[in-house]
């Protein structure tokens, strides 16, 4: 248990860290396109090679990856569409809300159990997640909400395929070179995408070395530790653990960032997640 939180809380930090340099970026940059590119130079290789060479492979296994890429390709197409029509604050809130779809699946597709005390917190994170969502209603929420949901859907399906793999991957490398393979066929669906709509493979912008450096390391090295916690705990605790990190996020955007905009409603959201966060922690 020690190790599988200490996991996420890696995974909380980095990932904190490449959703806000990705939110101080020129939107014309793509900064995920960039990062994803960037992780899959600095990190794909060799950990695509410890993924190929170190796993055990079945058909089954086979078949996980394939459904991981895909849903990971979903997940990230569906959120840039919902950003074009509704702000961050508004999209990420929701999208976030899969933990609920995950126990959801879990329990009727996997027979898994989880104890009262789990789903009340699930329930009473989501609670403060839509809660916080329904504090930013520029844009056009009715139109990015599909897409939101889409998104929450999408992480379900990849964190529970990720679930049945994680057995059979034997060390961090081998998880790493997973994350890598996903993230391939995300980085391929995202740069079709942008050539339907620009006639171009690459954005427009490439974003500063510094931060895009830093992004490339996060994006990937932020994920693997959440399925390497799915080892010890069931996914709809690790995804309602990582929501830390939209805590963090927000509580940085009203203290360090100085966006004012609702604070009171948004402070008092972020507690509610919190909160239900603390109850998964508690269940057994």
């Known amino acids: 248990m ?47 090679w410890a993924l190929v060479r170190g796993t055990q ?4 296994m086979v078949v996980a990856l ?22 961050v604050a508004l999209v990420y809130p929701l999208a976030r809300s899969s933990p609920l779809l995950i126990a959801l699946w879990s329990v009727l ?24 969502a329904g504090t930013a ?8 909400l599909p897409w939101a949901v889409l998104a929450a859907f999408a992480t379900s399906v990849y964190s529970l395929s990720n679930k049945t793999a994680v057995p059979a991957l034997p060390d961090f490398a081998s998880v790493l070179g997973w994350v890598s393979v996903a993230f391939a066929v995300s980085w391929g669906a995202l740069s079709l995408a942008n050539l339907r709509a620009t006639g171009r493979v690459v954005p427009p912008l490439r974003p500063p070395w510094p931060p895009l450096l830093v992004a490339s ?23 309602a653990f990582v929501n830390m990190g939209l805590v963090l996020a927000t509580l940085m ?9 609702h604070w009171r409603t948004r402070l008092a959201a972020v507690t509610v997640i919190a909160a239900g966060i603390v109850c998964v922690g508690f269940a057994r």
């Open 2 to 48: 020690s190790l599988a939180l200490a996991a996420i809380a890696l995974a909380v930090v980095m990932h904190v860290t490449w959703n806000l340099l990705a939110r101080r970026a020129d939107p014309r940059s793509d900064f995920l396109w960039w990062g994803l590119a960037g992780h899959l130079v600095l990190i794909g290789p060799w950990s695509v």
């Open 109 to 132: 597709f996997f027979g898994e159990r989880l104890a009262p005390l789990g789903w009340t917190g699930i329930l009473v994170s989501v609670a403060g997640l839509l809660w916080l």
């Open 137 to 144: 209603r520029s844009g056009e929420p009715r139109a990015a």
């Open 253 to 261: 955007s009203l203290f360090v960032f100085g966006e004012r905009a």
């Open 66 to 87: 394939a459904v991981t890429a895909a849903a990971n390709s979903v997940y990230f197409l569906s959120l840039r569409a919902a950003y074009r029509r509704a702000p």
């Open 57 to 60: 492979w079945s058909p089954g």
């Open 217 to 239: 390391v996060c994006i990937g090295l932020g994920y693997a530790p959440v399925i390497h916690a799915l080892r010890y705990l069931p996914a709809a605790y690790v995804l």
